[in-house]
């Protein structure tokens, strides 16, 4: 068995996650390399998940019975697991969404509707980059169209970094808000935030984080990323699904007008106008995920124990084997960095010819799973010529082993296709 400095106890870990015990297509033992995509579940999470409806279960807030109290203090107990996980200054800050993608829409329309100074208009400019996830795209366009605001992005250079080059033309006096990916989701690439937080500083935009890859992966600090927004997502975090968090500086929440509109988040309400709740609530309309974010506040608490830094490095040393195995493969053809120095633990590829979606299939009869597609990044795939990649991603459960059953199955897809 392949040894590597800096790997977590894979063998413990392992046997708190039931799913990776599963055998398909007969008789083959799952290899799960699609954690970019989601996270399997430990039998922490889905205890308390189990537990909480069957013990807890009640709306929250309003409630005086004994439920309703008790549902309360798990769903905002699970708020400050989540502000001290990020080291966020305030639990007041941390809004449950149900997903990264409704945190990043919620900002924009944020921003659509506000007042000055955060106002964005036909005089504006949003800036984004060419290696977003759709989510991080979409509703800046829709913006962008609803207001007249010009939408600006920086390019990749050819290894699948971001080409900063031109910083000072693409983020000017007129720019409102830079919205980026801390670690792309098909390059794996780590992006340098504290140069283009510094230059948006300097002309007094907004900045918005997209971490739905590096929350799970590394530690968090929202303080020192100096943004004024970040967004994750629970599900990619061995948390459930329908879970997202928006962290926003409390100054502009307090100013900035929520999105949806409800039950929950208002004070008061008359047939003439209403008046809004403070936030976190203000941006929390109607029922709120309340079974979910008891899962993310277990997640998180078990991730905390494992430790995020150790985490980060099992997978660095990971990711560091998986490019050195997969660069011997012929024909192979890594899509981002090729060196495990400022990259994530997701590594999409293609194979010579061979269609993504063939190489996926004939992996997956060996149960191999892996994500095949533009991974909702369809603008990397045409600045780099490509239909799509197949992305192979790790998380703490991954082992070398895993990594040589890729590339064992890669060369039976060659053999294959002839």
């Not at 029922?287 to 506040?297: C, D, E, F, K, M």
């Not at 150790?310 to 011997?328: D, G, P, S």
Request: hydrophobic fraction near 40%; glycine fraction near 8%.
């Amino acid at each position: 068995m392949t040894q590597l400095p800096g790997l977590l106890d894979t063998e413990a870990i392992r046997k708190d996650f039931p799913i990776l015990d599963r055998q398909v297509h007969d008789g083959q033992k799952l290899v799960y390399l699609d954690n970019a995509a989601t996270s399997q579940k430990p039998r922490q999470v889905l205890d308390a998940l189990n537990e909480y409806y069957e013990r807890y279960n009640a709306n929250v807030h309003r409630g005086v019975h004994v439920l309703a109290e008790e549902a309360t203090a798990l769903y905002e107990g699970a708020r400050d697991k989540v502000a001290s996980f990020i080291n966020a200054p305030s639990r007041d800050e941390v809004i449950f969404t149900k997903n990264a993608s409704e945190s990043l829409n919620l900002v924009a329309n944020m921003l659509g509707w506000a007042e000055e100074p955060y106002r964005v208009d036909h005089e504006t400019e949003i800036v984004i980059t060419e290696m977003e996830h759709h989510s991080n795209i979409v509703p800046w366009q829709l913006l962008s169209q609803r207001t007249g605001a010009k939408l600006k992005w920086f390019g990749l250079t050819d290894d699948g970094r971001l080409d900063l080059s031109n910083i000072d033309e693409i983020i000017t006096e007129k720019t409102k808000i830079v919205s980026f990916v801390l670690v792309s989701n098909i390059l794996g690439t780590v992006n340098p935030v504290e140069a283009i937080v510094r230059r948006a500083q300097e002309v007094g935009a907004l900045v918005c984080i997209d971490a739905s890859q590096a929350a799970p992966h590394m530690p968090l600090d929202v303080q020192s990323l100096q943004a004024d927004f970040v967004a994750f997502t629970g599900h990619k975090m061995c948390g459930p699904t329908g879970i997202g968090v928006l962290w926003g500086r409390q100054e502009l929440l307090e100013d900035l007008p929520p999105f949806l509109g409800g039950g929950e988040m208002i004070e008061t309400v008359s047939m003439h106008s209403s008046t809004y709740a403070p936030a976190p609530h203000k941006f929390e309309a109607g029922t709120p995920p309340i079974a979910q974010a008891v899962g993310l506040g277990a997640a998180i608490d078990y991730l905390s124990a494992i430790g995020m830094d150790k985490i980060l490095a099992h997978e660095h040393a990971l990711t560091e084997y998986a490019v050195k195995r997969l660069t011997e493969v012929p024909d192979l053809r890594i899509i981002g960095p090729t060196t495990a120095e400022d990259r994530g633990a997701a590594i999409s590829f293609t194979l010579g010819d061979i269609h993504p979606h063939d190489v996926g299939q004939v992996l997956d009869e060996q149960g191999i799973a892996v994500r095949v597609g533009h991974h909702c990044a369809r603008p990397v795939c045409l600045r780099y010529g490509i239909p799509a990649t197949t992305r192979a991603s790790f998380y703490l459960y991954s082992t070398p082993a895993e990594i040589d059953a890729l590339v064992d199955g890669l060369e039976h897809v060659r053999n294959f296709f002839g």
